[in-house]
């Protein structure tokens, strides 16, 4: 069982930055791919950012451009960092990690961190 503990979020105003960062309790973190997600309240949770074991990153549309998505193997920890933040970007964040072993799929969630942004 992989855990996964976000840290960083807040509340920041419009146009500020946010880096948060997501430690994992697993020696083979170098092999997971991992992704950030956010949720609002009434919607489904959304793809922000993901980067696999060899650094391929991919981002939805409407955080390209302001938001990172890099890792530290040595230290297995994965960040998101948030430019340009905008009140729609107001959610509750969630670090995903990702593995296939031996023909199985595992899929692990951190608790979330709140990131709220003010007009």
């Known amino acids: 069982q992989v855990q996964l503990v976000e840290s960083g979020g807040g509340l920041v105003q419009a146009g500020g930055s946010l880096r948060l960062s997501c430690a994992a309790s697993?020696?083979?973190?170098?092999?997971?791919?991992m992704g950030w997600y956010r949720q609002v309240p009434g919607k489904q949770r959304e793809l922000v950012a993901v980067?696999?074991?060899?650094?391929?990153?991919n981002y939805a549309d409407a955080v390209k451009g302001r938001f990172t998505i890099s890792r530290d193997n040595a230290k297995n920890t994965v960040y998101l960092r948030m430019n340009s933040l905008k009140p729609e970007d107001t959610a509750v964040y969630y670090c995903?990690?990702?593995?296939?072993?031996?023909?199985?799929?595992?899929?692990?969630w951190g608790q979330g961190t709140q990131v709220t942004v003010s007009s």
């Open positions: 995903n990690a990702q593995i296939s072993l031996h023909g199985r799929e595992y899929d692990y």
């Open positions: 697993e020696s083979r973190f170098s092999r997971y791919a």
């Open positions: 980067i696999s074991s060899g650094l391929t990153t």
